[in-house]
């Protein structure tokens, strides 16, 4: 079992930045792909990022891509993403999520999850 605790969220400008941490506990961090996913208001879960075990491979979403970066830290059993140039389109909650294998997009593959932490982007 993995417990994920996210936090960072926040009301913030168009063009700000925020950085989401996700602390884990639980079962073997250091194995387990992790990922971040938001869902805004009247929409499914999507991805956004995802990062292998080690922090080699990181995997984005197209509207992620030059503005948002994934990274962690497993000596502190942590995932970080952060944010930069946020638009209102970003407004969400974003949920990190873990999986025990290689990161993917879908997220059905993802066994654990966060709470979630609720970002908004005024224009």
């Known amino acids: 079992q993995v417990q994920l605790v996210e936090s960072g969220g926040g009301l913030v400008q168009a063009g700000g930045s925020l950085r989401l941490s996700c602390a884990a506990s639980?079962?073997?961090?250091?194995?387990?792909?992790l990922g971040w996913f938001r869902q805004a208001p009247g929409k499914e879960r999507e991805f956004v990022a995802a990062?292998?075990?080690?922090?080699?491979?990181?995997y984005y979403a197209d509207s992620a891509k030059g503005r948002f970066t994934i990274s962690r830290d497993n000596a502190k059993n942590t995932e970080y993403l952060q944010m930069n140039s946020l638009k209102p389109e970003d407004t969400a909650v974003y949920y990190c999520?873990?999986?025990?294998?290689?990161?993917?997009?879908?997220?059905?593959?993802?066994?654990?999850w966060g709470q979630g932490t609720q970002v908004t982007v005024s224009s």
């Open positions: 999520a873990a999986r025990n294998g290689f990161p993917v997009r879908n997220r059905y593959e993802y066994a654990y």
């Open positions: 639980g079962r073997t961090f250091t194995t387990y792909a």
């Open positions: 990062i292998d075990w080690s922090g080699s491979s990181r």
